[in-house]
């Protein structure tokens, strides 16, 4: 694993689109399970598959030329800001009036499913950039440790903190947004 996270810090440092793809390479199953983890918190009966996430994400991430400057940790905070980006943005294109987004879908299978979840999403975004606007740090936490499903270290070595910083840092943003939510 230690030789994994030199060698992605390292393909970083070199740049470059064919060091991107060895990088997914090398960490395509963590991406996926990111992705997983993701998919798991939306409703029945979501459109976006884990692939599709992953792949959307990469699209993102291939025209950032900051990652080249950083690490692995750096890397996979930039990948779970993307996928909660993508979330956001399918969220709202469901929920738009255009798109019937006012209707409860209706299927054989599922029975009657919302969009609550869809509208949860989209609160919680706008949440985190008002969040973000006060405090960033703590919404970069949240979105390392909620979106990214980063451990307390691993967002810590991102954000270049101690892991006792992210702790407070990480309840605090979970008080504040619930109050916001509430």
């Given at each position: 694993m230690q030789a994994a996270k030199e060698s992605i810090t390292a393909l970083l440092a070199e740049g470059g689109p064919e060091q991107m793809e060895?990088?997914?390479?090398?960490?395509?199953?963590?991406?996926?399970?990111?992705?997983?983890?993701q998919l798991r918190r939306q409703a029945p009966?979501?459109?976006?598959?884990?692939?599709?996430?992953?792949?959307e994400a990469y699209m993102k991430l291939a025209n950032?030329?900051?990652l080249t400057d950083?690490?692995?940790?750096?890397?996979f905070g930039a990948a779970s800001s993307?996928?909660?980006q993508i979330l956001v943005d399918h969220a709202r294109r469901r929920t738009r009036a255009k798109r019937g987004g006012d209707r409860q879908r209706v299927t054989l299978?599922?029975?009657l499913a919302t969009d609550e979840f869809a509208e949860d999403l989209i609160e919680l975004d706008a949440a985190m950039s008002r969040l973000a606007a006060d405090s960033p740090r703590q919404a970069r936490v949240v979105e390392y440790r909620y979106f990214g499903g980063m451990t307390i270290d691993e967002t810590a070595e991102a954000l270049?903190?101690?892991?006792?910083?992210?702790k407070n840092d990480w309840a605090y943003a979970r008080a504040w947004l619930f109050d916001a939510l509430d």
């Open positions: 060895r990088i997914v390479e090398l960490i395509y199953d963590d991406l996926r399970a990111m992705a997983r983890n009966g979501h459109t976006l598959c884990t692939t599709a996430l992953v792949h950032v030329d900051q950083r690490g692995r940790t750096y890397f993307a996928m909660r299978r599922t029975g270049g903190v101690s892991a006792r910083t992210v």
